[in-house]
């Protein structure tokens, strides 16, 4: 019985939550290391150049030392555990760690500026962490039948340096940026198929996630507040010249909308052709990003004979393309307490029928992990993000978010409540429901996720 009136209070959380009506994803305060040319505004605005407080501030040197430390405690209840078909808690998951981000920000005059971001996560119970081998040679190939070996190892820390970068410029017209940096590219507030540079994709069931940079030199040149080309090379673990990358986007603005045209070049692969908007109607937000790639070649599972099978298959065109609606409400005379966010994504290589009714937990041991990418895998996606700040009281704040793969009817919703009881210290509360039958967000049989942070900023 009383573990009845446990499922029944967590599940009943969910509900009331959803009620509420709230909140746009809930992210953990950014890093503001991105106030040259990194900053979602790509036209700047020119009554801001005019202002000689910021002239002023630029010409100032300084060092910035800061970050945040959070506790992070989940527990994550199992599919079956939830529907009352077990009463067994053994597939239920404890999970506690410490996330801690550093960031060391060293400004020089006339926009010369070094920036380093790093990550130290300590485990108390340990994580597996998957590394990848590669080596093309006879004997390794004999040794281990691949080119390539996976190992599993179990840690209880790590660290990562996210982004390390120099920003430096000619005269004042040309500005540079080389390491490793985060780049905003795309429009979309979660989907960015015109995003091919950045390592990571936004997590959305991860709400203080980390995201590492990509290494190269971005270049950004702007003509007024009216156009701006921007380049970036990409070299990452390119060893010659001839193995780089490169992206170039041309930024330019028509009355009140702006618009982008961008191609990406690898060698040995088709060019990635991206269109960007984003305007407003009345008081709504619109944007949009889509990508097309002609005689793309992608992998794709099939099942043959109740086995998977993985399938080369070449696409004449291959498109991606989000388009977003958002707004911002005054509540109780609040400006912008209330925001909403919604988005549909459409991916021709994804899967329009649900291949996970025919797979079994054990067929991902000879499946590689990156052919099912989370939040990529469908052909069709929708999303609703919803924000209200000072939720009922001016400490707290409330998020609701919802996702769906419209292709297997699956689904996440998540909420996030946030109390903030003293200036950058806050405490919160996560809770993320998986619903629908078996697909893309059920296969793994995650059922309901409690989360309760507690995190510092300075």
Do not use: C
């Amino acid at each position: 019985m009383k573990k009845k009136i446990t499922k029944t209070g967590a599940l009943g959380l969910l509900a009331v939550s959803f009620f509420f009506f709230a909140a746009s994803k809930t992210t953990a305060q950014e890093i503001d290391e991105e106030e040259l040319f990194s900053d979602e505004k790509t036209v700047t605005n020119i009554e801001e150049v005019k202002d000689e407080k910021i002239n002023k501030s630029l010409e100032e040197e300084s060092l910035t030392f800061g970050g945040f430390i959070n506790s992070r405690n989940s527990y994550m209840m199992n599919r079956s555990y939830v529907l009352g078909d077990t009463d067994s808690v053994n597939k239920n998951t404890l999970r506690t760690f410490i996330q801690s981000d550093y960031y060391l920000d060293a400004r020089l005059r006339s926009y010369y500026k070094a920036f380093v971001n790093f990550s130290i996560n300590v485990y108390p119970q340990g994580i597996e962490k998957r590394h990848t081998f590669n080596n093309n040679s006879e004997a390794f190939a004999l040794l281990t039948g691949s080119s390539s070996l996976e190992v599993y190892e179990t840690v209880y820390s790590d660290y990562e340096i996210n982004e390390a970068f120099v920003d430096a410029n000619i005269q004042k017209s040309v500005y540079l940026r080389i390491g490793k940096q985060n780049l905003k590219w795309g429009t979309g507030y979660f989907w960015n198929p015109v995003d091919l540079i950045n390592i990571d994709k936004k997590s959305f069931t991860d709400e203080f996630q980390i995201r590492r940079g990509a290494y190269g030199l971005k270049v950004h040149i702007p003509f007024g507040t009216r156009f701006n080309i921007y380049n970036f090379t990409g070299i990452n673990e390119a060893k010659s010249l001839d193995k780089l990358s490169n992206a170039l986007k041309v930024d330019f603005l028509l009355g009140s909308t702006e618009m982008a045209l961008s191609v990406l070049g690898i060698k040995n692969k088709p060019p990635v052709y991206g269109y960007e908007l984003s305007s407003r109607i009345f008081t709504v937000d619109i944007y949009g990003e889509t990508s097309l790639v002609y005689k793309e070649t992608n992998k794709k599972i099939k099942i043959i004979n109740y086995m998977p099978v993985v399938e080369e298959i070449e696409n004449k065109w291959a498109l991606k393309t989000v388009i977003g609606f958002g707004r911002s409400f005054e509540l109780f005379d609040l400006a912008d307490r209330l925001s909403l966010n919604f988005e549909f994504f459409y991916n021709q290589n994804g899967y329009r029928e649900n291949i996970f009714q025919a797979l079994k937990p054990e067929d991902f041991l000879m499946i590689e992990p990156d052919l099912i990418a989370p939040n990529y895998h469908g052909m069709y996606y929708m999303a609703f993000f919803s924000t209200i700040r000072q939720f009922f009281h001016q400490d707290l704040n409330f998020s609701m978010n919802y996702m769906m793969n419209i292709s297997d009817k699956t689904s996440i919703l998540s909420t996030h409540l946030s109390y903030l009881p003293v200036y950058n210290f806050s405490l919160g509360l996560i809770l993320q429901g998986f619903l629908g039958n078996k697909g893309e967000y059920t296969f793994s049989q995650n059922g309901l996720n409690t989360e309760i942070s507690a995190k510092i900023v300075f």
